[in-house]
């Protein structure tokens, strides 16, 4: 019970939604007597199997346990691996208003693998995707980016006119200079945001 309490006690001191990872905690025991606590604590319900290797603790408030937000995981997982992190064209085009349809499962970007994670009953996806979709991650420039990209090249015109009236003009300064790092198609599609 020795690594499991020492576990505990690491867990305890991160913040909401911290990922724990079974290869950080090396330092604590073997790895099977590490594998084994990690399980021992997820059967007692004191710490969620969010992935292969990949722990955090549940929330706890005056209704109970649950899950910490995706938003939250993700954003500290991102911290914790160096992994560049952006929400989805969909989750983009939604936050920008391009559209009304919200998106049915929680995908993230990543610069990493592509895995998926499970925070309680929610189901979340980290797909690869290249440097230029990853570009600013969570300014509103980068989402317009992702939003082209997923709008596709037909409503591209469309889409383009909308986000010259979505963003402000820093914003707009913003994407303008990310025209080097983007296809063809959008740089082409972005530019008429300078006019």
């Known amino acids: 019970m020795k690594t499991t309490e020492a576990i505990l006690r690491y867990a305890e001191g991160l913040p909401e939604g911290a990922p724990i990872a079974a290869k950080a905690l090396l330092h604590l025991g073997e790895r099977a007597n590490v594998d084994q606590a990690l399980s021992r604590l997820v059967k007692r319900g004191v710490l969620i199997r969010a992935g ?24 500290q997982l991102s911290a914790h691996t160096g992994e560049a992190v952006a929400p989805s064209g969909a ?75 979505a963003l402000n003009e820093k914003e707009k300064q913003e994407l303008l200079s990310m025209r080097p790092l983007v296809p063809g198609w959008m740089a082409k599609e972005i530019s008429v945001l300078a006019v």
Do not use: I
């Not at 408030?61 to 938003?71: L, M, W």
């Not at 349809?101 to 990493?112: D, E, H, I, R």
């Open 52 to 75: 292969r290797g990949v722990y955090t603790r549940p929330v706890v408030s005056r209704f109970g346990k649950r899950a910490p937000t995706p938003e939250k995981f993700v954003e």
């Open 91 to 165: 989750a983009a085009a939604n936050m920008l208003g391009l559209t009304t349809q919200n998106p049915a499962s929680m995908v993230y970007l990543t610069s990493g693998r592509t895995r998926s994670l499970a925070l309680g009953r929610q189901k979340v996806e980290l797909r690869h995707a290249p440097a230029w979709l990853l570009q600013r991650p969570m300014a509103r420039s980068g989402q317009a980016v992702r939003a082209l990209a997923w709008m596709g090249r037909e409503h591209a015109p469309e889409t383009a006119r909308r986000l010259g009236a």
